[in-house]
């Protein structure tokens, strides 16, 4: 057997880990159900399902942001990539973290006094509904898919690293009853469950984080020059400055440049970001929710800083590489190290309820948007029955949680790499633009909102379809062919501007104006939140 | 009111927003944010790329040792956590102290019905 523990710990048998590791994980997931079934007694309208009645303060749900935010790849994969490449990994985390100023200066507060339940509540506020509904729609649900099978095929990566399972049977197994889970969170406890499970999953990874962060810097004597100086004997001086992964060839810096575009301007555009603003009473508490997720996941990225140079000093970049699950296996290797058997059980069950967290919260968005904007709006043209929305909502969860399974054992051993960037460089060519272009350009019309986002989703796909990620190189997914003709692995840097762009042709060649009142009225309820929903239990009960 | 209409927040039609909006309290709240995230915006995505182009293009630059192991890089890198930081902590005092208690007002006046205009939309 190639497992991972044969390679970090010869001297203990490699059996015994994966039991604890179960038992820890299976704990989580007993706590995180008890916790779903009491807060889901409440749910009876669509805004508790949805909302979760907007009854979150600021701090729990900016704890939840985080926990929506900080995926597997977050954690193992930006360790990993700082072990293995050094500063570049740190880059990444730079990207993610400098995002959310785009998110809190111009989108959160706005959002949520203008919207109700979905992104595109705001996008449709002044314009054609049912056209723009269904393009936020379809870019909202584009987006949760390709983040959604990303996170699936990651959760099986992470099986044969953590478990020691390494048949394709198994993986697929624990993809299903990770699928299987998700299920059950969202469907009993809608959105409110599903905060609660991001809320404890932030908590333990955050914490997770710090313990192993603060006893990286005790072994160097709290110095963080001495640690810098370890990681660098043993993967030499190249680590500690920019360059390794994508200083390589004048390509590869402009790839680097997409996926930093990318990066900055999508997360403000991720549906399922955008859906926690909801879950708050005032445009004030969404503020303080998103000041809550910056300095968490400000923190949380600079513990990822350390634990990243950890790994590299202590185990070293040829150990870790020849670890199976390569890259993503720094942080548990490094855990193994630090804490033996309990620290690696206890790090691996918060990685898989990282999964299991996301998971949830994408399903959720999609779920949501798929009912409230294709089903209710587009539809029914908005005379559905009450509550058959909410129950056309659940039905989605358990179609997308059975897409999702079959789609992640599908996509097993993949490079899936490409469907993050995916959905990043989509919500920033197809989402933002619109987003934007609403809250603040008056004169934006219904064919630029179209344009925009059918423009920016169509050439961000087309774009990874050409690519060297899907064909004509090493590491593609598809091998024996090259169809590819675009040169970088992200289309960040031309989609994007062609998000923008598109959105203000569209607008300067409408030959029919807006509403100007309905304008008027969007741009007073967004700056005064004047009209704007507040907590169910206040206002509707 | 059902809860499961679509839509986004109910459309109000007894309130004027055209001249709500056209108010001096709602033009003084649109500069006041817009005067203050639009240049704040521009400013940290400015700082955002010159570290991205320097990390991808200079890296004689940012190797350049400054206390011990820790090099110009890492220090800009670190750098940008604090602006974010520091960024975040301004903006919410600003609105705290400038852009709350205008909203409140413009948003006390609209309930009260000052700028009620029956049945016009």
Same mark, same amino acid.
């Given at each position: ?19 604890? /590791? ?37 701090? &729990? /749900? ?32 730079? !990207? ?8 809190? +200066? ?91 499970? &991001? ?6 990874? %955050?914490?997770?984080?710090? %313990? ?51 990066? =900055? ?81 206890? %790090? ?43 129950? =056309? ?19 097993? !051993? &993949? ?16 989402? +933002?633009?619109?987003? +934007? ?20 989703? !169509? ?19 598809? &091998? ?15 989609? %994007? ?45 | ?12 039609? #007894? ?70 930081? #520091? ?23 609209? #309930? ?10």
């Amino acid at each position: 057997m190639t497992g991972f523990f044969v390679a970090a710990a010869t001297e203990s048998t490699d059996v015994g880990e994966p039991i604890l /590791n179960i038992a820890v994980f299976a704990g989580f997931v007993a706590i995180t159900l008890v916790v779903v079934l009491r807060a889901s007694r409440n749910n009876k309208t669509a805004a508790d399902y949805y909302a979760a009645g907007r009854s979150f303060t600021g701090p &729990q /749900n900016g704890t939840a942001i985080a926990g929506d935010y900080l995926s597997a790849a977050s954690f193992l994969g930006i360790c990993g990539a700082i072990a293995v490449n050094g500063y570049d990994g740190f880059l990444y985390s730079i !990207g993610f973290l400098v995002a959310w100023l785009v998110a809190l +200066l111009f989108v959160a507060e706005l959002m949520r006094n203008t919207g109700k339940f979905t992104m595109a509540d705001v996008l449709s506020f002044r314009l054609k509904q049912r056209p723009v509904r269904l393009a936020a729609a379809t870019t909202t649900l584009a987006v949760c898919f390709f983040y959604l099978l990303a996170q699936m095929a990651g959760a099986g990566g992470l099986v044969s690293l953590l478990l020691g399972i390494d048949d394709r049977v198994g993986q697929s197994i624990v993809v299903a009853v990770v699928g299987a889970l998700m299920i059950v969170y969202v469907l009993i406890g809608g959105m409110k469950g599903t905060t609660w499970v &991001q809320i404890i999953k932030a908590a333990l990874l %955050i914490a997770g984080a710090f %313990i192993m962060t603060v006893w990286v810097l005790a072994i160097y004597g709290f110095n963080l020059s001495g640690l810098l100086g370890a990681a660098a004997d043993k993967g030499g001086d190249a680590v500690l400055s920019p360059g390794l992964q994508y200083g390589l060839t004048g390509l590869s810096r402009l790839d680097f440049v997409s996926l930093a575009l990318a990066l =900055v301007l999508g997360t403000a555009g991720l549906p399922h970001v955008l859906m926690r603003f909801y879950t708050v009473p005032t445009a004030r508490e969404a503020r303080r929710s998103v000041v809550w997720a910056i300095w968490l996941i400000g923190v949380f990225y600079l513990f990822t800083l350390v634990l990243g140079y950890g790994a590299g000093a202590l185990i070293g970049k040829d150990t870790i590489l020849a670890a199976p699950g390569g890259v993503n296996s720094a942080a548990p290797l490094l855990a193994f190290e630090l804490g033996g058997p309990i620290l690696l059980g206890l %790090i691996s069950a918060v990685a898989f309820a990282t999964i299991l967290a996301v998971v949830a919260g994408l399903t959720i968005t999609a779920a949501t948007s798929f009912a409230h904007d294709v089903y209710a709006s587009v539809v029914k043209k908005g005379k559905a029955e009450p509550g058959t929305e909410v129950r =056309v909502a659940r039905i989605t969860v358990v179609v997308i949680g059975l897409l999702a399974i079959a789609g992640g054992i599908g996509v097993q !051993g &993949q490079n899936v790499a490409f469907l993050v960037a995916l959905a990043f460089a989509v919500a920033a060519s197809a989402n +933002l633009p619109t987003i +934007l272009y609403s809250l603040y350009w008056k004169r934006f019309t219904t064919r630029g909102a179209l344009w925009s986002m059918y423009g920016g989703l !169509g050439s961000a796909i087309l774009l990874i379809a050409f690519s060297p990620v899907v064909s004509g190189a090493e590491t593609s997914m598809i &091998q024996g062919v090259d169809f590819h003709w675009f040169p970088l692995t992200n289309p960040g840097i031309v989609s %994007i501007p062609l998000g923008f762009v598109l959105g203000w042709l569209g607008t300067i060649t409408s030959r029919t104006p807006e509403n100007p009142t309905i304008a008027a009225e969007m741009e007073v309820r967004s700056l005064t939140g004047y009209g704007a929903e507040e907590a169910t239990n206040a206002v509707e009960r | 009111m059902s809860n499961d209409a679509p839509g986004a927040a109910t459309s109000d039609r #007894a309130t004027d927003f055209e001249q709500a909006e056209r108010s001096e309290p709602f033009q003084r709240l649109k500069r006041s944010h817009r005067s203050f995230v639009f240049p704040l915006g521009v400013a940290f995505l400015v700082w955002y790329f010159a570290y991205v182009l320097l990390a991808d293009y200079a890296h004689d630059v940012m190797a350049t040792p400054v206390i011990g192991n820790v090099n110009v890089g890492l220090l800009l890198g670190l750098g940008q956590f604090v602006t974010t930081f #520091a960024i975040t902590t301004w903006y919410v005092s600003y609105s705290n102290r400038r852009l709350d208690p205008l909203a409140d007002e413009i948003r006390a006046d609209l #309930a009260a019905g000052g700028h009620a205009e029956g049945g016009i939309r």
